[in-house]
């Protein structure tokens, strides 16, 4: 079985490589397993040595709207079975240039499904979406509780884009021209590496910095909920959504995943019993309103009943997904954070 | 004021242009009514002869995406305050060929946002997206009665393409590109003309074919439900929604206009009451599983509550609606049906 990751290079695009490579093979639609035989990830970047060095492993490198422009059978082959399209601009980059957002996730997603459209035969499309498209305002606010029917009222042109692509993947799937699955990420920490240009990044970094030995921003009160995933548990629901039949996978829409619902206060909590006084102490509570303005429009609470369905829960407590971290990222731990 | 009336050769938009012209001015945003001065109809027809011969019609004749790739400048002048966007390809079309709905209805309607965008004053855009947006289904049954934060399931492209449309003008709108406005617009009956490749075209033939002494085919059974307004109280929501202040209106997402709730039954019923026994014999019940499928999956029942709100009440019943086309439309009475 082959299959395609768009953004394979970026965080949770090799987790979910490394994910698919350690699971060695992968049943669809009720078929019987089948085994993974080569990984192409298309990306900007190349993705980590570990993965090149993978004889299953084909780096796909440039820009994906130019890739599906030139050669769209290099990004989706004839003989893909699966695609992952992870690949996307991000909620800070999109909302400071809209036209980049409009053209990394509107039409890069589009041109994506046109290729698959393209093909002879129909290949299984995970659709990336995100929690951004569910918007909270004074002048209509969200449930307290997000449910896989609320109307998602995207409040940043990110959410506007993933609930288009959302609809997108859903016709394109109606139609016949792919098997297709949207599934919405929550908000995944703690990411390893560095600050990204998602609104959200602060939400790993004021856990990763600490333990790193460094300062890290928390821009919101202690008070901010956030509905949380760890970087494991998104990635084990982005692979259910492609081996779901479709009666288990049900309509559609977007599904939910699971959320841990806590707030930042409790994350630095969390921090301080997991690895000590000192460590959380760097958490940096200077606020930006710029990243208040964004953050205070996402929802905290999901009650992701469809994702449950599907055997998929939440982390049990952030206690236990910042020990993962640690011991997932032993390079990245201070000693002060070793205690 | 010059107002811009994209599909302004159509039924409703020359509609629409002559209730302007008999308004003669119109208040958008709590500033003070301004005198229209100049109404431009844009369409692949000309507009008729007596919207023609007003000295502040402009026709602007050519394919929408042609026009605005070619000279956006002449679509959307920069002095137009007000763009009613109601052209788009109709349901039938875009179900059966899903590439002429893409470029009609999604292409079409971002690439006139984006002529609004680049302009230097803001105009008022006024989205006439449309019931079909909610689609019902057995795996994903839509509730009893459909209210303004009901998730819209599309099961159509025509219905995807235009809550696509509404996701572009909110953003278009929060961005501050355009002052937006989506507004729904119900099963529109009784049109009078010819009928069209919407699925929803029996809706008016039912009736309009009858009343002109000639058989008109109801596709569907006799109890299937119809969210119904008619062309007047149509055109009404949609000026309403262009003159609402952005308080009245409230949030970005669009408003379900109000819609009499009925079955084909009870039309008949109407017309039998309205024009007799024979004319009411001339409904060809004969059925049309393509017909069927479609219409199947659209509701019956609306609580248009924001609508409400803005002042905006549906048709009291059925048989005014049809008085009022006998009276609007004399020429295309039969004589049995003037009893």
């Known amino acids: 079985m082959h299959i395609v990751i768009t953004g394979g290079a970026g965080f949770l695009g090799v987790r979910l490589a490394r994910a698919l490579i350690e699971k060695k ?42 890739l599906l422009a030139q050669s769209p059978e290099r990004v989706v082959p004839s003989d893909a079975k699966i695609v992952f399209h992870l690949a996307a601009a991000v909620s800070g980059e999109c909302e400071a240039d809209f036209d980049l957002g409009m053209h990394s996730n509107l039409d890069a997603t ?32 969200l449930p307290a509780v997000i449910e896989d029917n609320t109307l998602p009222t995207p409040l940043t042109s990110y959410g506007i884009q993933k609930f288009i692509g959302e609809q997108l993947t859903a016709d394109f799937g109606r139609k016949g021209f792919i098997r297709g699955r949207n599934v919405r990420l929550m908000t995944v920490s703690v990411r390893p590496g560095k600050p990204n240009g998602a609104a959200s990044s602060f939400f790993s970094g004021m856990i990763r910095e600490p333990l790193a030995g460094v300062p890290g921003a928390c821009p919101v009160p202690r008070d901010t909920p956030v509905a949380l995933s760890s970087p494991g548990l998104t990635v084990r ?103």
Chains 1, 2 share one sequence.
């Open 25 to 66: 093979s992968l049943a669809i639609a009720g078929a019987p397993a089948e085994a993974i035989t080569r990984l192409s990830l298309v990306d900007r970047a190349e993705p980590p040595a570990d993965l090149l060095a993978d004889s299953r492993v084909t780096a796909v490198v440039g820009d994906l709207n130019a």
């Open 110 to 141: 589009r041109a994506l499904l046109e290729a698959c459209r393209a093909r002879k035969t129909v290949p299984t499309v995970v659709f990336a979406s995100s929690l951004a498209v569910f918007g909270h305002s004074e002048e209509q606010p």
């Open 237 to 339: 629901g982005i692979i259910r959504a492609a081996e779901a039949t479709d009666a288990e996978w049900g309509p559609r829409t977007a599904v939910n995943l699971p959320a841990l619902a806590t707030t930042t206060g409790e994350m630095a909590a969390a921090l301080e019993r997991v690895a000590g006084k000192a460590v959380a102490a760097l958490i940096d509570w200077t606020p930006d309103a710029r990243i208040q303005k964004i953050v205070a429009t996402w929802p905290g609470r999901i009650d992701a009943q469809r994702a449950r369905g599907l055997g998929l829960l939440p982390d049990a407590d952030f206690d236990t997904v910042i020990r993962d971290y640690i011991r997932e990222n032993p390079h990245a731990i201070a000693e002060v954070a070793r205690t």
